[in-house]
C-alpha cells in the first residue's frame, strides 16, 4: 500500500477517514471531476499570486512552475475521465476550500502569509488523499494517482517554506505555527465531519 510522503502525515493533524475512502470507488465520476476542478483552481491560485506580488521574484518562480504543474495534472486527469468514459459536467464545490480560506486574514502582510499556509494545506490534504486512493481505485487510476504524489509533496513544501520565508523577513510579527495551527484545524473539522455530497476535499457523505 502507497502512503503518503513522511513529511505530509506528520504534518497534518487526521487522516482521510475509512468511509470516505470506500466511498470514492462508488463516486468515481464525481471524483475524477472534481480532482480535475481542484487542479485548475490550484494553477487559478498560484497565478493569482504571481498577478498580486510582482514584487517577490523567487513567489513568481515557485508560483510559475507550480502553475504549469497543476495544468499538467488537469489534463491527466482529464484523460483519465475520458478512459473511464466519465463526461465532465458542472459540480458544486465542496465547502473545504470556502471552509479554508475563509481563514484568511483580508489585511497585508498577513493576507500573503495566510495564503501560502493555507495552499501547504491544500496540498498536503490531496497528496494524503492521493496515497488513501491508490489501493482502493481502478489500477490505471491508482497508478496515475501514484505518480502525482510527489510534486504534491513538494508544493505542499514550497507554500510552507514560502510562508515561514515571508514571515521571517518580512513581517516578523506573525506568529507562524499559531496560524499553521488555524488552518490544521479547520482542514481535521472539514475532512472528518459528515458532508451531504462525495467531493475530492469532503468529508464522508451522509
Known amino acids: 500500500m502507497s502512503v503518503a510522503p513522511e ?36 494553477a487559478s491560485n498560484a497565478i493569482s499570486l504571481i498577478y498580486r506580488y510582482v514584487e517577490h521574484p523567487h513567489l513568481l518562480q515557485k508560483m510559475s512552475r507550480l502553475a504549469r504543474e497543476e495544468l499538467r495534472h488537469f489534463e491527466q486527469v482529464v484523460d483519465a475521465m475520458s478512459d473511464q468514459g466519465v463526461e465532465y459536467i458542472q459540480l458544486s464545490p465542496s465547502r473545504y476550500a470556502a471552509g479554508l480560506h475563509r481563514l484568511i486574514n483580508k489585511h497585508e502582510p498577513q493576507r500573503l502569509v495566510d495564503s501560502l499556509i493555507c495552499g501547504a494545506v491544500v496540498e498536503a490534504r490531496s497528496c ?55 488552518f490544521l484545524q479547520a482542514d481535521a473539522e472539514l475532512i472528518s465531519t459528515a458532508d451531504t455530497e462525495f467531493r475530492f476535499h469532503s468529508g464522508v457523505p451522509s
Request: hydrophobic share 45%.
Open 128 to 182: 494524503e488523499r492521493f496515497a488513501a486512493l491508490i489501493p482502493v481505485l481502478p489500477d490505471a487510476i491508482g497508478q496515475l494517482y501514484k505518480s502525482l504524489l510527489k510534486s504534491e509533496a513538494r508544493h505542499f513544501q514550497d507554500y510552507l517554506d514560502l510562508a515561514r520565508d515571508f514571515a521571517r523577513f518580512v513581517e516578523k510579527d506573525i506568529d507562524i505555527p499559531q496560524r499553521i495551527e488555524v
Open 7 to 42: 513529511s505530509v502525515l506528520e504534518f497534518l493533524h487526521e487522516p482521510t477517514p475509512i468511509g470516505w475512502q470506500q466511498a470514492a470507488c462508488e463516486h468515481l465520476p464525481e471524483l475524477l471531476i472534481d480532482h480535475a476542478n481542484c487542479e485548475k483552481k490550484a
